[in-house]
């Protein structure tokens, strides 16, 4: 696959397979991560790498308990508000089963942080693509960094004290007839462009 079909082709996997990854690939993905480029080539970002079952079911448990806990207001972002309203239900699982959670987290007080964990992870979307492995970018860790409950368990999985999750990807074999992500891409009607000549 080249760079612009792995680009054009790659769209969020959000329905996932239990079979689990094979180390060499998941290996591969976050080594894409790992080259991405960071500010300074500070090479901050904190890959914390998920495949257990029980681990990753305790945190969708944590993060749904958390998420159950809040108001909706208004003004809430979108996808916030969704994963607001499936934790009140009580059915909601944030990495949508995936077998694999690959976290990024970074230093809370460094100012590239958030650029720098996006950069790795599109790096392994489109590494995940390449390999024929659905992925998803997950926000709801991001959206919960402050959230005692939720340092706390990040915290245990070997996140630093001075550190904080600024994204994540949901990882796996999709949940499709051949197993393969869907790879249709989608029109673009956003994003406007305006050349300056």
């Known amino acids: 696959m080249n760079t612009k079909d792995a680009i054009i082709t790659r769209c969020s996997t959000r329905k996932f397979r239990p079979d ?14 790992r ?5 300074g080539n500070s090479q901050s970002t904190h890959f914390i790498v998920i495949k ?6 305790r945190l969708a448990e944590s993060v749904k308990e958390e998420f159950s806990k809040m108001e909706l207001t208004p003004g809430l972002y979108k996808s916030l508000v969704n994963s607001i ?9 944030f990495h949508y089963n995936a077998p694999v959670l690959i976290v990024t987290a970074n230093q809370k007080d460094y100012g590239n942080n958030i650029a ?14 390449e390999l024929d492995l659905g992925s998803c970018w997950i926000n709801q860790l991001k959206w919960l960094n402050e959230d005692p409950v939720l340092l706390q368990r ?26 393969l992500p869907v790879r249709k891409a989608l029109p673009r009607t956003g994003y406007p462009v305006d050349a300056v000549e």
Request: proline share 4%; charged share 25%.
């Open 116 to 129: 720098d964990c996006s950069c790795a992870l599109m790096n392994m979307m489109l590494m995940a693509n």
């Open 154 to 179: 990040m915290k245990e999985l070997g996140m630093k004290e001075e550190e904080r999750v600024y994204g994540a990807l949901a990882l796996g074999y999709a949940d499709t007839e051949d197993g």
């Open 52 to 57: 257990n079952k029980e681990i990753l079911d």
């Open 20 to 33: 689990p990854v094979p180390a060499e690939l998941v290996k591969e993905v976050v080594e894409a991560g």
């Open 35 to 39: 080259f991405a480029p960071s500010g």
């Open 85 to 93: 309203r499936a934790s009140k239900t009580g059915n909601y699982i």
